[in-house]
């Protein structure tokens, strides 16, 4: 494709991303390119990354187009972005031509608004500082109250793009076997610094169709959520239940640290993200786990009350942690949401906790920033069951770092960790 119909592209995708705001962006991109394949991989990559970077700067982007008088479209995001961009690489002229598959040709407020806006800092001290932040306004003082003095810095991390994490499948192989393997497919990885078990992948590459993916020595998986398998302490032998199991990323993580011997049970309350688990499961070589679908009047947990050496509750929270892979969660995130999530949170943590036996573990685990879901969920929960007790230090698992969970508390972020935002907490229920 020429530099004009990339710009065409992704101006169309903006557009589709503004007719369903609702919709997760990355789910549309998928749906917008499996419609015209004849976009090759390259394009897509260049068109996603402009795409991408208008998402990262989209608060800035329309407080400059609002400041000219402007109403906010996707042509004029690619437009502003293109005006504000420092390295001045491109000249709209030469791919606003209304030629074949281009946009058309500037108007004359689109000109205007590139001139008076070009070779300014994205960043203008007059906006306010949640646009500056690129953050709700509702969602300010609670970031505020998360990180302190800290807050811009953690932001500014949160606006770069996030690593491309592996996680060897021990089952299978090793870190060097499986790093000679991608080598050998031209991908170049690095042992990641926290993660036992982790690879860190240079760029954006196609891990997908390698063979060390195909074969299942390797899954994506970012070191944060690898963290989080591992304050799990799974091992051989043990009963273990991943609560929230999802498409069964941790569960294939447990069952490594398990080595397969032993009993573990995904669950979800949804059966298309349980039945997508299944492949990975078998290309994992995972056979000690079996799914298990949650419906409403279920007798299969009162069945199992207490009964789990160790359970996993990845709890469904705001991903105020993703921002880095998904920018447009900042944009569709409401104070609603907050609210409701909290809720579910505790109650779903309440019936996961009956499903530990004396003497057993829970971990609760969210890919959020926001203390509301994160230790002000487990503080109420210690209080609500006091049977439960945050573990000591020498009772954290050894594939943990040193040092990483305070007072049984793991709280990872992209600027601290060069992870997606992490938290986890481990209780024990006494024998």
Sequence with gaps: MTPSARLSAAIDLLTAMEATPQRPADALANAFFRERRYIGGGDRRAISARVWCILRHWRRLHWWIERAGMQPTPRLLALAMMALDQQGRENPDDLFTGERYAPLGLTGPERRLFDQIRGQALTHPDMPRAVRLEVPDWLLPRLERTFGDGLETELAAMEGEATLDLRVNLLKSDRPTARAALEADGIRAEDTILSPWGLRVAGRQPVTSCAAFRSGMVEIQDEGSQLVVAAVGARPGMRVLDYCAGAAGKTLGMAMTMENRGHIVACDVSEPRLEGAVRRLRRAGVHNAERHLLVAGD?????????????????????????????????????????????????????????????????????????????????????????????????VDDDLPPGLAVEGQVRLTPRQHHTDGFFAAIVQRDS
């Design 299 to 395: 007798r299969w947990a009162r069945r199992r009350s207490g009964s789990f050496d160790r359970v996993l509750v990845d709890a469904p929270c705001t991903g105020t942690g993703t921002w880095r892979r998904n920018p447009d969660a900042r944009l569709r995130l409401r104070e609603q949401d907050l609210l409701e999530l909290t809720a579910k949170q505790a109650d779903i943590i309440d019936r996961a906790a009956s499903l530990v036996r004396p003497g057993g573990r829970m971990v609760y685990a969210t890919c959020s920033v926001l203390r509301e879901e994160n230790g002000d969920q487990i503080a109420a929960f210690l209080v609500r069951n006091p049977a439960f007790s945050m573990v000591t230090p020498d009772g």
